[in-house]
């Protein structure tokens, strides 16, 4: 109990800690058992609650300090109230979806309960001083899925300790010289995950202080630790992480989750080896309980033993805190039963007030609609109908908007033939209540503050007279070694991106001239660079995150959708993270190294910017405005350009090219093809052959894919040609798809076409090896040439006739 009673404290203060501890541990329990009501009464959704884990909790949140941050498990509410990062009425606003995000701060309303986070962004999109709070980076349900994150924020402590640099001026506000702990909590079922496994691995390497709880209640929903984890204890199997005489490696700890005095000490050592070494640390808390079994969704009686539900009953972590409060004479029988009394009586207000919160702006919405709906009927030859649906909606005891919405549309479809003045109000309240709702249900999938990628001015590239050609490597280098000169927050990292600057030598020398700290290598595991990136940028690092081959993007693509591209969303505003990532892919040979999973990414990626540029001028123009900006993007490098030549700008590392603005390459007339990255080339080379067939190709190269042609040229393109090639070395239906609906829905394209809109893309397998099977398997110039010349003889055959 060193935590507790150390140095000067006097007993009274002594007491009056342990006894605020059992307060809160009581509150988060009764929350938990409410909560479970709340949803099987159908007030709220879905539970997911924290009952079981409150002691733990209540040690690991004594060494939480300022500055420090949590990835964490969807179990720590207990953690989060003592903290003082959540209250009870905010607690049961968020089980309750509120959309209000003063009342539901965490996410306000967007995701499930038991998913904390806390705002680290101002209401204009800037950062708080992150030093001055204790900081929850946002849940995310997918288990393991928290751990990548979790990496990253502990690696930024290591690099705001070592880079003086990042030790003044505005990144005094995200670190006090690295002296913060990222504290991650997970599972034990859920360290199965590879995702468990590639972080710890990691941290392990690095050598980062990174502390990571393990609530161990000895099953993963209905299965047993025997069939999760060898030897069923996750501490034993990770022995060999132990740092042995003096060398790198783990301190790991075990202890029990009903033992409030042990979880104490046991957490007072761990975080002070891990903040005062930096070192990572593993806390197994094992004989956790678990009272109401996994969630809402079932019982726990259905697969535990009677001896083990017993066992729960009597290792109850509140329990048994109870009954050594008793024995050391902390306090008494009649104190501790006024404390679990007001525990209720305080739970229950806070259910309460968050109820009636959540639905006081949704009855205020009925009774205005009410009253329009009463001058409807008071005209209308369908008042009876009206009249039943105002009468059903007004019965509904617990309301939604949703109830409201479908009774105003209702009453418009049935008076649709009528002339009454009413219904403009109606609409009107209507249309207002839509962007109302998509405020609350749809707004920040990107940033929405002045330095949301948008709002980069664009800065035109610039060529001198002497410019001269290099090959578009070093292009890349010169202006990677310009922003790494500019911005001391930037790193970049990946495998093989240190020592040799990268499998294309892209960062070639870059190592050597700004150290280790800023540009340097990764083992292969890509989940974890991507998490590395997300943590560190959300600690006001700017990361460049090198994924190898595109192919490699897959292992990465769980955290990439789950959890980077929903940040800003699932906060709606409270929390961002301007990761940019690098890649490279398309047009090599083989199977492994040439898929162009384009359609899978813009799909699962909404949220991040995806940038395809054709050439490494426009790749290096990419980066300069995504530092500029304050949102993720994903930058795809065409993979066979880095020993083409290009001109070297003059203003390398200046200019900036805006997302969502097609360039026309080529201007034609007879028809406009659409394409991007190395299809480009292809297009090019095939436009030179229709030219001596007389055909006249407008080529737009659509630069990003998200966003994708903001202005709507390409419809101002078919306006001309009355015809669209949509090229695309992705599997038929995949980014041709996408191009397609934007183009022909959402441009209205469609009303410019005078034949069938095309598509040509790559076979459904992967490219087969060697030229012949790239040749073979994706769109070469010979298919665009046929594609095209098909197209045109279906409208004059007599000018174009058949070939083969």
């Not at 079994?293 to 729960?312: A, F, I």
């Not at 693509?557 to 940040?567: E, G, K, N, P, Y």
């Not at 083989?590 to 384009?598: A, D, K, R, V």
Request: glycine share 8%; net charge negative; aromatic share 8%.
């Amino acid at each position: 109990m060193s935590t507790l009673a150390s140095g000067n404290t006097k007993v009274t203060e002594f007491i009056k800690i342990v006894l605020n501890d059992y307060k809160i541990a009581n509150e988060s329990r009764e929350a938990s058992l409410m909560g479970r009501r709340e949803v099987l009464t159908g007030k709220a959704k879905f539970g997911i609650f924290g009952d079981g884990k409150e002691v733990a909790q209540l040690a690991m949140a004594k060494v939480f300090r300022d500055g420090d941050f949590r990835s964490g498990y969807y179990r720590d509410q207990t953690f989060m109230f003592a903290t003082e990062n959540l209250s009870l009425q905010e607690w049961f606003a968020g089980l309750y979806g509120h959309t209000d995000v003063d009342a539901e701060p965490m996410s306000a309303g967007r995701q499930m309960g038991g998913h904390f986070g806390t705002r680290s962004l101002n209401a204009d999109g800037t950062w708080k001083d992150l030093t001055k709070i204790k900081n929850s980076s946002a849940d995310i349900s997918p288990t393991g899925g928290q751990m990548p994150r979790l990496l990253g924020l502990a690696m930024a402590s290591k690099h705001y300790k070592l880079n003086p640099d990042l030790q003044k001026d505005k990144f005094k506000y995200f670190s006090n010289k690295g002296s913060e702990i990222a504290f991650g909590t997970i599972g034990d079922a859920s360290t199965s995950e590879g995702l468990f496994w590639e972080t710890i691995n990691a941290a392990g390497v690095m050598q980062i202080p990174m502390l990571v709880s393990v609530w161990d209640d000895g099953h993963g929903i209905s299965v047993p630790k025997k069939y999760q984890t060898t030897k069923e204890s996750i501490s034993e199997i990770l022995k060999g992480f132990q740092r042995e005489n003096g060398g790198n490696g783990y301190e790991i700890f075990k202890t029990k989750g009903w033992d409030y005095a042990h979880l104490c000490e046991t957490y007072e050592k761990a975080a002070k080896v891990c903040r005062e070494e930096h070192v990572p640390v593993l806390i197994h808390v094992e004989e956790v309980t678990q009272p109401q079994g996994h969630s809402t969704s079932g019982s726990h009686e259905r697969y535990k033993s009677k001896d083990r539900l017993q066992w729960e009953s009597d290792f109850d972590g509140i329990k048994k805190m109870r009954e050594w409060i008793l024995l050391n004479k902390l306090a008494s029988e009649t104190e501790l039963n006024e404390i679990e009394e007001n525990a209720k009586k305080v739970v229950r207000e806070a259910k309460a007030a968050a109820w009636t919160a959540y639905q006081n702006p949704i009855k205020q919405e009925i009774k205005e609609v009410n009253a329009i709906i009463d001058e409807i009927a008071a005209n209308s030859e369908n008042a009876s109908f009206i009249a039943k649906i105002k009468t059903d909606l007004n019965s509904v005891l617990e309301p939604i908007r949703k109830d409201t919405a479908s009774a105003a549309k209702r009453i418009l479809r049935i008076t649709r033939a009528e002339n009454i003045a009413a219904k403009t109000k109606l609409s009107d309240w209507l249309n207002e209540s839509n962007l109302a709702n998509f405020d609350r249900y749809s707004s920040y999938l990107h940033s929405e503050s002045n330095q949301k990628a948008l709002n980069v001015k664009p800065v035109k590239t610039e060529f001198s007279g002497e410019a001269k050609h290099v090959d578009g490597r070093e292009l890349l280098r010169e202006n990677f070694d310009y922003i790494l000169n500019k911005y001391p927050e930037v790193l970049i990292f990946g495998e093989d991106s240190g020592r040799i600057g990268g499998v294309n030598q892209g960062l070639e020398g870059l190592q050597a001239k700004y150290g280790e700290i800023r540009v340097f290598d990764t083992g292969i595991r890509e989940a974890t660079i991507m998490g590395q990136a997300i943590g560190l940028s959300m600690r006001g690092l700017r990361p460049i995150a090198e994924i190898q081959y595109l192919d490699y993007l897959l292992y990465a693509l769980q955290i990439m959708s789950d959890d980077l591209a929903t940040v800003q969303y699932r906060t709606k505003g409270g929390q961002k993270a301007p990761v940019i990532i690098r890649t490279r892919g398309h047009r090599l040979e083989g199977i492994w190294h040439s898929g162009s999973p384009m359609g899978m990414i813009i799909n699962s990626l909404r949220g991040i910017h995806v940038c395809v540029p054709r050439n490494m001028t426009q790749a290096a123009g990419f980066y300069n405005t995504l530092l500029c900006a304050d949102e993720p993007a994903l930058v795809i490098e065409p993979l066979n350009g880095y020993r083409l030549k290009e001109q070297l700008p003059s203003n390398i590392g200046e200019y900036k090219l805006p997302l969502g603005v097609v360039e026309t390459i080529n201007e034609g007339t007879d028809i406009t093809l659409v394409t991007y990255g190395s299809c480009c080339r292809i297009a090019m080379e095939a436009v030179k052959q229709l030219a001596e067939a007389d055909i006249s190709v407008e080529v737009i190269d659509v630069q990003t894919l998200l966003p994708f042609d903001l202005n709507h040229s390409i419809v101002e393109s078919l306006m001309k040609t009355n015809r669209l090639l949509i090229l695309d070395e992705d599997v038929p239906g995949g980014a041709s798809a996408y191009i397609l609906q934007k183009v022909l829905e959402e441009q209205g394209g469609y009303n410019y076409l005078d034949t069938e809109p095309r598509t040509l893309a790559a076979k459904d397998h992967r490219p087969a090896y060697g030229s012949d099977g790239d040749y073979y398997s994706k769109p070469s110039a010979d298919d665009v040439f046929d594609t095209v010349y098909e197209m045109m003889q279906e409208s004059n055959p007599a000018k174009f006739p058949r070939i083969y």
